[in-house]
């Protein structure tokens, strides 16, 4: 990939995901954003956006607690691989997710987690 700032072809390393996370009932929904960024100078140079959903199922342990679930401890590390072999390979970015849902009320908390990919060809070019 070619970065305007450095004026020539260089690697790409991918920024940490930036998360966009609300809790639902009984689901984490949001939006992940994954950024290609120029491992000489840092600039931005390919984004993709994508929607994430993690469905979890919570047990409070009172009964009748009707506390209201917080999410907290969200959490995103980079993830890639290939598919495919030799020139064909297909490239793919991604981020596993984790969050702690909880019920500050009877304390009880359960960790989910959900993880979303692209591949590299799809991502939006910034420049």
């Known amino acids: 990939m070619r970065c305007p700032d450095c004026n020539k072809f260089?690697?790409?390393?991918?920024?940490?995901?930036?998360l966009d996370l609300q809790l639902d009932d009984d689901k984490v929904s949001g939006e992940v954003r994954l950024v290609q960024i120029?491992?000489?100078?840092?600039m931005e140079l390919a984004e993709a956006e994508l929607d994430i959903e993690i469905t979890f199922d919570f047990k409070h342990d009172t009964e009748g607690c009707d506390g209201e679930l917080k999410i907290s401890?969200?959490?995103?590390?980079?993830?890639?691989r290939f598919e495919g072999r030799g020139h064909?390979?297909?490239?793919?970015?991604g981020a596993d997710i984790t969050a702690t849902v909880s019920c500050p009320k009877c304390g009880v908390k359960q960790m989910v987690e959900g993880s979303v990919e692209e591949q590299s060809s799809s991502f939006d070019q910034l420049n």
């Open 10 to 18: 260089v690697f790409i390393e991918m920024a940490k995901p930036e």
């Open 88 to 93: 064909g390979a297909r490239h793919f970015y």
């Open 73 to 80: 401890n969200e959490k995103a590390s980079n993830s890639d």
């Open 38 to 42: 120029c491992a000489e100078c840092g």
